[in-house]
């Protein structure tokens, strides 16, 4: 039993290990074509091709893992049974569930690997890629900087800040218009400062010009005061924007880190970050997807069977394949419009293809 069941795992590891390199090359050639008039218009260097390329390493693996398990699983199989082996275990009365185990088990290995880079080493991958594209070949300035300009924020009062420039360095902000308005989103009091200041915990306004208004129109007050203390309960990390998507970002589920802190950092502003909890369980349920669709894919190559098996078994892992990304995007989109609840929607992929493959493991087991 232990000499087939390493019978079967070596043979499906090879399969995995070719689909990924497969993939991979397929992708960087994909992605040189892509950027080749570029490196050519700003005279990129073979060392600086190659180094940009690598950094996607990640990214491609952990697109096509799924896919490269649903290949492995199918052509693994589905070459056991044209063979008549499966049918020789059968006959000796070994469940074929029970021979694909440490296939499943090694299913789970890789769901834990894609969880790890989908964590760490793909957010690195997708800053490193925009940092050498953006700055290094275009010589662009770097987006992350410590002066912002023209930002916009509201607070969970309703007070609406434009900020001309702001200085993280020095806790800063420079030319600051505020709004206060009221439920009907009328301006009741407007405040223009020259700076505005985190000091010891506190924000205070240096130089400002308070206006007071009826109805947003008619002025009823105007005043000058040099130094004005205010009670808004946001820090200055709070007004940055943040520049990466959720897909960028770093997540370590023990402590909260990039992609939790801006969860957190909307709920303070009475905002449901609704777009960051869908990427935070997309970071979980896509890493499962290798289980999900060997589940499906098993049941399929063991009834395929026929002179085009092949082929049919190369289409069949197409059409899975898609079928899988498409429903993860509109998961994700009916989770980002509300539709759907931010876990819900992460996990509609997984629930739909799982339910697929109980009922083809069903139809197998009669």
């Known amino acids: 039993m232990k000499t087939l069941n390493k019978y079967i795992l070596a043979e499906f590891l090879k399969s995995v290990a070719f689909c990924l390199l497969l993939f991979c090359v397929l992708f960087m050639i994909s992605e040189f074509l892509f950027r080749l008039h570029e490196f050519i218009a700003y005279k990129a260097n073979v060392e600086f091709i190659a180094l940009y390329l690598r950094v996607h390493v990640p990214m491609w693996i952990r697109d096509t893992m799924p896919v490269a398990v649903l290949m492995a699983t199918v052509f693994t199989l589905n070459k056991f049974v044209r063979s008549g082996e499966i049918t020789a275990v059968k006959s000796c009365g070994i469940d074929v569930f029970v021979l694909l185990l440490p296939v499943f088990l090694a299913a789970f290995l890789f769901s834990i690997f894609v969880f790890i880079l989908n964590t760490k080493a793909v957010p690195w991958s997708f800053r490193s890629s925009r940092y050498l594209r953006e700055t290094v070949l275009y010589g662009r300035q770097p987006l992350s900087g410590i002066r912002n300009k023209n930002l916009e ?5 309703g007070r609406q800040f434009l900020i001309r420039e702001f200085d993280l360095s020095v806790n800063a902000a420079f030319d600051v218009t505020i709004d206060y308005l009221n439920e009907k989103h009328i301006p009741e009091m407007q405040v223009r400062a020259e700076k505005m200041l985190f ?3 506190a924000w205070v306004l240096r130089n400002a010009v308070v206006t007071k208004f009826m109805e947003g129109r008619e002025i009823l007050s105007q005043k000058k005061e040099k130094s004005m203390p205010c009670d808004f309960d946001f820090t200055p990390e709070d007004i940055l924007p943040v520049g990466n998507a959720p ?3 770093s997540m370590d589920e023990m ?3 990039e ?3 801006r969860i957190k950092k909307s709920a303070r502003r009475g905002i449901k970050a609704v777009r960051e909890l869908v990427a935070y369980h997309i970071r979980f349920s896509y890493a499962f997807s290798n289980l999900v669709v060997m589940f499906i894919g098993i049941p ?3 009834g395929l069977s026929g002179r ?3 082929v049919r078994g190369v289409a069949w892992v197409i059409v899975v394949s898609f079928t899988y990304w498409i429903l993860i995007s509109l998961g994700r989109v009916l989770g980002e419009a509300r539709i759907l609840e931010p876990f819900i929607a992460a996990w509609l992929a997984n629930i739909i293809f799982l339910s697929g493959g109980f009922y083809l493991f069903s139809k197998t087991l009669r």
Request: hydrophobic share 30%; aromatic share 14%; proline share 0%.
């Open 308 to 310: 085009y098996a092949k």
């Open 255 to 257: 402590s909260g880190t």
């Open 153 to 157: 924020y509201t607070d969970r009062q």
């Open 247 to 249: 897909d960028e970002m």
């Open 259 to 261: 992609l939790n802190i």
């Open 300 to 302: 399929f190559a063991l």
């Open 199 to 201: 000091e010891k915990g």
